[in-house]
Structure formats: structure tokens, C-alpha cells
């Protein structure tokens, strides 16, 4: 199973961004995803993840209105869009992958439930 996040880059306030997240060994379809962030001093943070089993979505609050999670199964890919990007929002980011349980797609939002990760990619917002 490897998981491969790129996209990350330079975006001035209010702009948006996409990333996406290349997976391989397994389907986006079958297994359970997020996408996290670490900002620098701070802990790693679940942003958004989906359940494989029901499709259920958990969003942070502060994601809401802003970012948006969606999976291409055709070219096994989980994609990130964010909006109205904030100097806040600038952190690594990471994709997440692990085989469904029965927990919540909201319990899945913690990386001690996740198995496989990306490398990460940065997201810079500054003007």
C-alpha cells in the first residue's frame, strides 16, 4: 500500500488549491480515507475523512464551506479542494489510507486510526 500526495504550493489569502492523493496496492474505494495537516508546532490534525463502507464524511468545523473531499476511482486518486484559503490554513498536509472497522467516519478523523500515509505536501498561504 502506498499513498502519494502532491499539489501543495504557494496560494495568497483567499485563494483555493487542490491536492491530490495517488494511491496504489489498494482502491479509494475500499478503504477508509482522510486528509490531515500539521502546521509547524502544532499536532497533526484530521481535516476531512470518508468511510468506505457507508461513503459517511466527517468534516472538522473549521472545514466547513471551505474544503472538500472527493475520490476518483478511475484513476484511484482522493482529491482535496480548498477555498478561501486563510495564512492559517499553511501546513504540511497529509493523506491517509487504512482497511474499514466499524468505527465512525468521525473516529477515523485521529491518525491513530490509519496504518498508511503520504509524504506530505506543503501548502504555503501568504501574500
Known amino acids: 500500500v502506498q499513498l502519494q500526495a502532491f499539489g501543495g504550493g504557494l496560494v495568497q489569502p483567499g485563494g483555493s488549491l487542490s491536492l491530490s492523493c495517488a494511491a496504489s496496492?489498494?482502491?479509494?474505494?475500499?478503504?477508509?480515507m482522510g486528509w490531515f495537516r500539521q502546521a509547524p508546532g502544532k499536532e497533526r490534525e484530521g481535516l476531512i475523512c470518508?468511510?468506505?463502507?457507508?461513503?459517511?464524511?466527517y468534516y472538522a468545523d473549521s472545514m466547513l464551506g471551505r474544503f472538500t473531499i472527493s475520490k476518483d476511482k478511475t484513476k484511484n486518486t482522493m482529491y482535496l479542494q480548498m477555498h478561501n484559503l486563510k495564512p492559517e490554513d499553511t501546513a504540511v498536509y497529509y493523506c491517509?489510507?487504512?482497511?474499514?472497522?466499524?468505527?465512525?467516519?468521525?473516529?477515523?478523523?485521529?491518525?491513530?486510526?490509519?496504518?498508511?500515509w503520504g509524504q506530505g505536501t506543503l501548502v504555503t498561504v501568504s501574500s
Open positions: 496496492g489498494f482502491t479509494v474505494e475500499s478503504y477508509v
Open positions: 491517509a489510507a487504512d482497511p474499514p472497522s466499524y468505527y465512525s467516519a468521525k473516529d477515523y478523523c485521529s491518525e491513530q486510526f490509519y496504518d498508511y
Open positions: 470518508i468511510h468506505s463502507l457507508n461513503g459517511g464524511t
